[in-house]
């Protein structure tokens, strides 16, 4: 198991690049709940693949899924929200996942 240390700076930006798959919430809170569904199931993955020209080409190993992924987010200081994701998934997915839900706002600050 790998825990991601992550921090959003703005959370009214944490959107990713297409609405129907991106992050809708408010709080630290929320975010983490949203971040560990998209690790334990397959939902997101399969909801962006079909919107593919090729769904049926696109790597199914990025549909992996961990069912013991947990996540918690707090405020830290000035406005930047921090999330512990705690996963198996390697990097490559946890990366794909989180652009989805909130595009390029966040930012991975160790790992453990």
Same mark, same amino acid.
């Given at each position: 198991?790998?825990?991601?240390?992550?921090?959003?700076?703005?959370?009214?930006?944490?959107? &990713?690049?297409d609405?129907?798959?991106?992050?809708e &919430?408010?709080?630290?809170?929320?975010?983490?709940?949203?971040?560990? &569904?998209?690790?334990?199931?397959?939902?997101?993955?399969?909801?962006?693949?079909?919107?593919q020209p090729?769904?049926?080409?696109?790597?199914?190993?990025?549909?992996?899924?961990?069912?013991?992924?947990?996540?918690?987010?707090?405020?830290?200081?000035?406005?930047?929200?921090?999330?512990?994701?705690t996963?198996?998934?390697?990097?490559?997915?946890?990366?794909?996942?989180?652009?989805?839900?909130i595009?390029?706002s966040?930012?991975?600050?160790?790992?453990?």
């Amino acid at each position: 198991m790998t825990t991601y240390f992550l921090s959003v700076k703005d959370m009214a930006k944490a959107r &990713g690049p297409d609405p129907e798959l991106a992050f809708e &919430g408010i709080g630290p809170e929320k975010l983490a709940a949203d971040i560990a &569904g998209a690790m334990r199931s397959d939902s997101l993955f399969q909801r962006w693949r079909a919107k593919q020209p090729e769904p049926d080409e696109v790597d199914p190993s990025l549909g992996v899924t961990d069912p013991g992924a947990s996540a918690w987010g707090e405020l830290a200081a000035g406005d930047r929200h921090d999330v512990q994701l705690t996963t198996s998934l390697p990097m490559r997915i946890v990366k794909h996942r989180l652009n989805l839900l909130i595009g390029n706002s966040w930012e991975l600050r160790d790992t453990r």
